[in-house]
C-alpha cells in the first residue's frame, strides 16, 4: 500500500511537472493579454521604424474638397479660369495685385499673380491714373481673353467698365 501511494504521488507530481512545462493557463488571465498587447505594441513600433528607414511615406488622409463660390460679378469666371477661355468675350473677376504704368499713359493691371508669373492675367487700362486706385481690390473686367507674351490678357477701352467688388 505505502508502495501505491508513492506511485500515485510520483504521477501526480510528474503530471504537474509536464503541465507547468507545457505551458498551462495562467491563473490570472488579465496578465497573459497584458503580455500579449506589449508584444503587439512592440511589433507595431518596430514596424514603424522599418518603414521610416526604409522611406517608404505613409499615406496622409486628403482633406474634404471644398467647393469654389461662384464668382459675384454675373456671368463671371474666375481669374484662374481665363486660360481655358482664350479667345471668348468673358468677365474676368480677381484680385489686382500689382499695377504698372505703360507708354502712352495706359496702365496694367496684373490679377491673382504678379509678373513674371504666367499664371496670373494682365488687364489693359487707357487711364494709369484709375489703375493705382485698383491695386488691392476685388475688380471683375469684361473684355475679350487673348494671349500675349504666353498670359491671358484683357484689355479695356473704357475704365467704367471695371467693377470694384470690394
Do not use: F, K
Request: proline share 10%; glycine share 6%; net charge neutral.
Amino acid at each position: 500500500m505505502l508502495r501505491e501511494i508513492a506511485a500515485l504521488t510520483c504521477a501526480i507530481l510528474a503530471l504537474a511537472i509536464v503541465a507547468e512545462a507545457c505551458g498551462t493557463p495562467a491563473a490570472d488571465p488579465s496578465a497573459d493579454s497584458q503580455a500579449v498587447q506589449a508584444t503587439n505594441v512592440r511589433r507595431t513600433a518596430v514596424a514603424e521604424g522599418q518603414r521610416i528607414i526604409a522611406n517608404i511615406p505613409s499615406a496622409t488622409p486628403l482633406p474634404p474638397p471644398t467647393a469654389t463660390p461662384a464668382p459675384t460679378c454675373t456671368n463671371a469666371i474666375w481669374w484662374t479660369e481665363a486660360r481655358s477661355h482664350i479667345g471668348e468675350s468673358r468677365t474676368v473677376q480677381g484680385t489686382v495685385v500689382s499695377t504698372r504704368p505703360t507708354s502712352g499713359g495706359a496702365a496694367l493691371l496684373e490679377l491673382g499673380q504678379p509678373y513674371p508669373d504666367p499664371v496670373g492675367i494682365l488687364v489693359l487700362v487707357p487711364s494709369a491714373a484709375t489703375a493705382t486706385a485698383l491695386n488691392g481690390r476685388t475688380v471683375c473686367v469684361p473684355g475679350r481673353i487673348t494671349l500675349a507674351e504666353g498670359r491671358p490678357t484683357v484689355q479695356v477701352r473704357d475704365t467704367a467698365a471695371i467693377v470694384v467688388v470690394n
